[in-house]
């Protein structure tokens, strides 16, 4: 083996034990005590301008981008299963990774069978491997949670009118949860089973907003709290909420008609290449089969998707936009 093919291998084997480090590494003692410690300082404090403090302080927090870190989650395993929770479907912890393992060993012997490098299919594999689960299950968490923002308006209406009638809060939420179909429902179900066992309706709310990591449920949460602690008319509060949640999903919807173009030209440029790549390969295999035994092409391929990464990436900073 050349210096080269060592070089190639040496960089493969950091970046695996980087992914690996990252994947099950945790947060640090000292911050986790801290964030602790001031958990317990918000859950047992008296004060009005404290619980609402700490309320916003979730509700801030769930927007902002953690690398590992998911709210209510204290490791990068715990946050992986709140993602499974999050996605709506019964998957378990141990079907993710036997199904990421799977995906990895097929690809890996796939690739060996078909260029004979073990390195390269070794690295391919477990990328495959761990790239598309990780994004199929994105696509099932974005769907629930555009489920649920759609329909979560309609819900607060629904309380609203239970309010009007002259319902407590507590039996509003079991109608909620009984006439609102989808992840609402679903939600505000759970809800209502934590409350009946002896949980406060704020810490039922909380929980279930630490768990969802939606901006929409956060501000719900919010308004509750802030309307028991200073009083006033909760129905007008949240009928007000309502109206503002629909000028919110009118505005998303807006940016996303304005940025379709923009980001289906990033798809089609980002794609191009892959595309015409395989079908040169599929016509004439021996004419791009040497990026598969060449080490100069090896390491020339390998900066070429490096670059289109970086350009993908800021292609997505370009077009995205938070509400």
């Known amino acids: 083996m050349n210096p080269l093919q060592l070089l190639v291998v040496a960089v493969g084997l950091m970046s695996v034990m980087a992914l690996l480090w990252l994947a099950f590494a945790g947060p640090s003692v000292g911050k986790e005590s801290a964030r602790r410690l001031s958990a317990v300082r918000y859950r047992h404090s008296d004060s009005a301008t404290t619980r609402v403090e700490a309320q916003m302080r979730r509700a801030i927090a769930s927007r902002k981008p953690k690398m590992h870190r998911v709210a209510g989650s204290n490791s990068r395993i715990d946050a992986l299963a709140l993602r499974l929770s999050r996605s709506g ?120 907003a630490d768990r969802l990591g939606i901006p929409e449920f956060n501000f719900f949460c919010i308004t509750l709290a802030i309307q028991r602690e200073t009083g006033g008319n909760l129905a007008e509060t949240l009928a007000n909420l309502a109206d503002v949640l629909r000028k919110r999903a009118q505005m998303k919807l807006k940016i996303r008609a304005m940025s379709s173009e923009s980001k289906a030209s990033a798809y089609i440029v980002g794609s191009l290449p892959f595309i015409v790549f395989v079908l040169i390969y599929w016509v004439n295999p021996g004419y791009v089969g040497q990026f598969f035994v060449d080490e100069r092409l090896m390491v020339a391929g390998m900066g070429g998707m490096v670059w289109m990464s970086i350009g993908g990436f800021m292609m997505a900073k370009m077009v995205s936009f938070e509400i």
């Open 89 to 208: 479907k019964s998957w378990t912890l141990q079907q993710y990774l036997y199904g990421s393992l799977g995906i990895a060993a097929v690809i890996a012997v796939i690739l060996f069978l078909k260029t004979g490098a073990p390195m390269l299919a070794l690295g391919i594999g477990l990328a495959v491997g761990a790239g598309v689960p990780h994004m199929v299950l994105n696509f099932f968490i974005k769907r629930r949670t555009t489920a649920f923002t759609v329909k979560f308006p309609d819900g607060i209406e629904l309380l609203v009118r239970g309010l009007r009638s002259g319902l407590p809060v507590s039996e509003t939420l079991g109608v909620v949860a009984q006439e609102v179909p989808g992840p609402v429902g679903e939600e505000f179900k759970l809800v209502t089973e934590r409350m009946k066992i002896g949980k406060t309706m704020e810490d039922a709310l909380q929980e279930t």
